[in-house]
């Protein structure tokens, strides 16, 4: 890492906007569950005895709810010290501190399924093929990577610009792109939407379906119908890929 990265992870958890340091295992799955369940566990393995790997799991978040659900080997690995530390005190499990890169390193055909929840964004744009050959190289045959990232194309203010440490911005097009330069297989990449999980935000999900039916309409009307993943307009995308 430069110095100015070391600067920031070392304060990470005191500086990294919008993301308060959670004081019992129930505000680790305040919020982020509804996700997880509606974009992530779709992915999973279907073996609970899978081996799973967390990059970038902060406080651990994923590595609990998965834990909660039975993958019991469900493990995760940060740059932050901070916030692994405060994942261990709340008692999750499997968490540790390090360079996920060093430790793929040492991983050949370890793992069934990788996720890196927010974390390409943080690689700079000359290393970010690198890092994905890391993880195509820790997954077994048919084991499977999922990326969740800031999504550049979305229509207002993208939360991209939100932090200071991240490095890389990615479309819908260009998140596809790196996927299959990695050599990933059955590449898809979706919009992360509102969930309709109670009066609120039922509305907000049909008010969202209102106005990304505009956009569609605005872009199609500039410049044609198009790739699909032009129009992700959604201020995060997930990807998935598999290891043929």
């Not at 093929?129 to 190289?137: A, K, M, P, R, V």
């Amino acid at each position: 890492m430069s110095d100015y990265q070391h600067r920031i992870y070392a304060r990470y958890s005191e500086v990294r906007p919008h993301y308060p340091v959670p004081t019992n295992r129930t505000e680790l799955l305040s919020g982020a569950d509804v996700i997880f369940r509606k974009f992530l566990v779709p992915l999973l393995p279907a073996r609970k005895d899978a081996k799973i790997l967390d990059i970038g799991c902060g406080y651990g978040h994923f590595v609990h709810f998965l834990q909660s659900r039975g993958y019991s080997v469900a493990m995760g690995i940060d740059l932050v010290q901070q916030q692994v530390e405060v994942g261990q005190r709340l008692g999750v499990l499997n968490l540790r501190h390090g360079d996920a890169r060093e430790f793929l390193r040492e991983s050949t055909s370890q793992f069934d399924f990788i996720s890196a929840i927010e974390v390409l964004e943080h690689i700079p744009k000359q290393d970010v093929l690198g890092f994905l050959d890391l993880i195509h190289s820790a997954l077994r045959p048919g084991g499977r990577l999922v990326c969740k990232v800031p999504n550049l194309g979305a229509f207002y203010s993208p939360t991209f610009f939100m932090d200071f440490s991240h490095e890389t911005p990615f479309t819908g097009p260009s998140l596809k792109m790196v996927f299959e330069l990695a050599n990933f297989a059955n590449v898809r990449v979706s919009p992360i939407g509102p969930v309709a999980h109670g009066m609120k935000s039922a509305v907000r999900l049909v008010l969202w379906k209102m106005i990304s039916g505009g956009l569609r309409f605005v872009q199609i009307v500039e410049g044609g119908p198009g790739d699909r993943l032009r129009t992700l307009f959604t201020s995060s995308i997930l990807a998935s890929g598999d290891k043929s």
